[in-house]
């Protein structure tokens, strides 16, 4: 489907629907202001705190799994070795971007399509490239390995870092708890410029 079949049938579905936002928005201030309490008690039953930071407990518990690790150490830097040359080797060697951007329809060099294949590749090269270290090093030197990973393992907790952004705010409810007539006034008059613009998008 072209760019302009897509905006023939997304513009009007975006207008419906700023359209039935704004008729709602325009229900909700006349409630608010006929019949702010009751509005206010439906709302309050309607609203419900998700908390993220419970949602995300279970990934933030860290798991200890050197042990079973260091018991097959010697198997493991064989593979990681082998996968880490293995692939450092063919995308060196024989992954030519420039072939992969042409087969994709895109300039071989002038691109953005063969900068990001490129950059992509480096990317891959060097992960490659630090795979097969440490895959030598848990094989030649692994109390060195050990020593760089009590170095490297620090647990940085994501709850603790956004504990902030968890906390729930709401200034306009406490607004319209105070002066219900007020925000019923705000709601309904915006949503009505919202309809009024929505309609002259309409016949436009």
Not at 121 to 132: E, V, Y
Not at 152 to 180: C, K, Q, Y
Request: contains cysteine; hydrophobic residues 55%; aromatic residues 4%.
């Amino acid at each position: 489907m072209s760019d302009s079949m897509w905006l023939e049938v997304l513009a009007p579905a975006l207008k419906v629907l700023f359209l039935s936002v704004s008729l709602v928005g325009i229900g909700l201030g006349i409630c608010l202001i006929v019949r702010g309490e009751a509005t206010l008690r439906t709302m309050q039953g309607m609203n419900r705190w998700v908390s993220s930071r419970r949602a995300m407990k279970p990934l933030e518990i860290p798991h200890n799994v050197e042990p079973v690790a260091r018991t097959g150490r010697s198997g493991i830097g064989i593979v990681v070795a082998a996968v880490g040359i293995y692939s450092l080797t063919v995308l060196v060697l024989q992954f030519d971007p420039a072939r992969l951007a042409a087969a994709l329809g895109q300039h071989p060099r002038y691109s953005i399509a063969s900068i990001a294949i490129e950059s992509l590749r480096w990317l891959l090269i060097a992960g490659s490239a630090l795979a097969a270290v440490v895959g030598v090093m848990m094989l030649a030197a692994p109390r060195a390995l050990v020593a760089l990973e009590a170095v490297g393992n620090r647990w940085i907790s994501s709850r603790r870092l956004v504990a902030g952004g968890d906390t729930m705010h709401a200034p306009l409810d406490r607004f319209a708890e105070h002066h219900p007539r007020v925000a019923g006034v705000l709601v309904a008059g915006l949503s009505l410029a919202g309809t009024a613009a929505s309609v002259i998008l309409l016949l436009g």
